[in-house]
């Protein structure tokens, strides 16, 4: 079935340290590949995606590729912030199955960033 | 800014009792979800619906009911209400650019 392997946390790092969190998948088909982030007490928000492979997601300085021949879609970022201290979701999407959109979500990788 | 709203953010309840939680929105999107996250942080979908009137369980199994009468409402309910029900609930719906939108969440105790 389709699933999604992320790296355990938790993970913290240094302001400014660089950031890799992995996150590989199986799945059949062509699924579209997603990066959600959860803050402190709130609800999932989506961070990039990609629908394709090679396809490159990016926002707020993050960026993840769509690698179809490793199955992978590491998040990374060059500089991190306090701010982006947070839970992180890789997620995938299956095709549509009678018309509903399912995503698949990792386990989720906390990140603390210290000042 | 939420396009897509859950009430109560916090809801603390006694055992036995009947709870609904609310969710809804203003996209028009016809997919609606409702996942469970337990404290280890692992989200586990419960329930979606297609559209109006239909209704589907999740992956994971849940005492909870949905219905979907009307295309921005999706609430979930709870008859009776056990402390193993505590959890955080999410709501979603996404459209077909593959896109989910979550609500802020319900975090339910039950004591």
């Known amino acids: 079935g389709n699933s999604v392997t992320q790296m355990e946390g938790p993970v913290t790092l240094s302001e400014e340290a660089f950031l890799t969190i992995n996150c590989t998948y199986t799945a059949t088909g062509y699924p579209s590949l997603f990066w959600y982030v959860q803050y402190p007490g709130e609800g999932l928000q989506l961070l990039l995606k990609a629908t394709k492979a090679d396809d490159k997601g990016s926002n707020k300085g993050f960026e993840a590729t769509y690698r179809k021949e490793t199955t992978s879609f590491h998040l990374e970022k060059g500089s991190v912030q306090v701010s982006d201290s947070a839970v992180y979701f890789c997620a995938l999407s299956t095709l549509r199955i009678q018309g509903a959109q399912k995503l698949v979500f990792g386990q989720g990788t906390r990140l603390t960033i210290n000042p | 800014e939420a396009d897509i709203y859950q009430t109560p953010r916090y809801l603390v309840i006694g055992t036995g009792k009947k709870i609904t939680l609310e969710c809804s929105q203003t996209?028009?999107?016809?997919?609606m979800y409702w996942y469970q996250q337990d404290p280890g942080m692992e989200l586990h979908l419960i329930h979606y619906?297609?559209?109006?009137?239909?209704?589907e369980k999740g992956d994971l199994s849940s005492e909870s009911t949905v219905s979907r009468i009307r295309t921005e409402h999706f609430p979930l309910t709870l008859e009776s209400a056990r402390p193993s029900h505590t959890s955080q609930y999410l709501c979603a719906s996404s459209d077909f650019a593959y896109g989910y939108t979550f609500g802020s969440g319900t975090r339910l105790t039950v004591v």
């Open positions: 619906s297609y559209g109006v009137n239909s209704t």
């Open positions: 996209m028009g999107h016809d997919k």
